[in-house]
Structure formats: C-alpha cells, structure tokens
C-alpha cells in the first residue's frame, strides 16, 4: 500500500528499510517510525514544533479528550470490524493508538508532516504504524483505506478521497460550538463561539453529522498551559488573559467535538 515519494512506486520492506524498484530507500528509525518526506528545503513547513507535540502528549495522555476517542471508536466498530484506517495528520498518535487498541481487527496507520510529533506517536509503541508525510501527497495507493480519520487539521478532498476505497467511510472532526468556552471566557473580555463548519468536501457526500458534548475539569495549572499551547488561542490571546490564566490552579470547561461522518461520490 505505501508508495515510493520519489517515483510513486509500490515501497516493500526490506530488512530495516522500505526501498522501491528504483532504489530509492526509507529507513526505519530506532522508534520504529518512517519518514517519507523528500524535501527538507529551508523555508518548507515542517508542521508542529517539538513544544506543541510536547503538550498535546501531556493533555491528551491526560485523557481529557477521550470522549472524542470513544465516539470516533463507537462508530467505527459499528461498521467495522476488520480493515484498514489511515489517521491523517495523526500528530502525536492519541487516535491512532487508541483505535489500535479498542479495535483488533483493524490495521492502523497514520502520518504527520512534523517529525516531533510522529517521534512521540511512534513512542506510544502502540500497533499503529506511523509516517512523516504531507497530506498534500499522500504515499499510500488508491483506495487503500477502508476508514479514514482527519481531526483538527487541514483538508484536502481529493487526496483524501483517493486513498478511500469506494464504499469507505471519511470522519473529519472539527471543534463544537462551545469547546473549550470554559477557557476562553478567562482569555478573553468576549469570547466567541466556534462557527462548527464542515470542511470544503466536494468529493464526498455527507452520510451523518454526530455532536459529541462533555466537561473536564483541568486539575493543575500545569495542564491548562499545555492545554493551552496546544490550541491556536495561545498564539492570539492578550497578554491581559494569559496573566489572568496563569493564576488559575484548576478549570472546569466545556469539550464539544463535531464528528462528520464521509461518504465518496
Ligand atoms: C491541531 S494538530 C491535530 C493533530 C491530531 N489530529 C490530534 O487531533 O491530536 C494539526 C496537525 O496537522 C499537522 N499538519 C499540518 N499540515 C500538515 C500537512 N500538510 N501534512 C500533514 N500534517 C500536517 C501538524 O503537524 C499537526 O500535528
Ligand atoms: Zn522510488
């Protein structure tokens, strides 16, 4: 199923490496992780930096976000009970190894444009095999996947809907209208609601919208920075509501998750 990002053409495994028939070769790193990115040109985007895979370890290890990975893994495994998920713009691997535990019969990939992010991911030493790859080309062959996962990220429809296999199912997920409120009622003087807009999907049909709504309580000011830092508030918050943060020892907020369930026209 993976594919050579040089010349398109099918990758095997060999020994400790993935090589292609023209020699282009991919090693295995010692975490057990492989990159396919070809270029590493300055300038190029790299995606997440090593302090945002950091948080987002510390929150989401922290299960604060498992009504997400509950509901994600109740709809899968009410239609699958074998197959293949790719989880596309994995970032550290929460979802992936999540899924790869609470769900046997499936083979679980995922991949991530940052490094530092699949480092960790692979780290989880989950059954989830991981990949630094850019979802704007995706090195696995057409039709590959029987579920696809793409939480909090960019899109790309048509790649997306390549790796599909026709009857597959694509869940995108997106932040409900009061996620994370709690928080932003401390950062800002008028918080504002988030608009829960589907993604830009014109190669698929959308089957099925579930909300999922929940509260957590954040126990140390420790875990509301990373939760924090791990969301793009932190960049475009006043210094004012990060002042006001920083005296807060423990938060309660609200999580809502939109789930957009996929179909391939
Ligand atoms: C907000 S994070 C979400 C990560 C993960 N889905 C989660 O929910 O924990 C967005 C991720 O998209 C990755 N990303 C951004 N652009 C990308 C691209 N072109 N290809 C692959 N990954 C990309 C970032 O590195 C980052 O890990
Ligand atoms: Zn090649």
Redesign the pocket.
Known sequence: MLLCPVCNAPLERVDNSYKCQSSHSFDISKEGYVNLLTSSKAGD?T??NKDMAKN?RKV?SAGYYELLACGLVEKIKSLYTNGELL?I????G??SAFAAEKLPGINVYG????KE?IRLAAKRKSRAQFFV????KIPFADESFDVVLH????FNSAEFARVLKKDGMLISVVSGERHLFGLKEVLYDNPYINDEAPPDAPDFVLSEKIKLCGKINIDSAEDILSLLKMTPYYYHTPSSGLERIEKYSSLETETEFVLFVYRKK
């Not at 991949?111 to 940052?114: E, G, H, K, N, V």
């Not at 790859?133 to 704007?136: F, L, S, W």
């Not at 939480?151 to 960019?154: N, S």
């Open positions: 985007k995606g997440d987002r989401l989880d713009c994995c970032g550290e929460y979802y991949f991530d444009l940052s992010m790859a850019n979802m704007k939480l909090f990220a960019p």
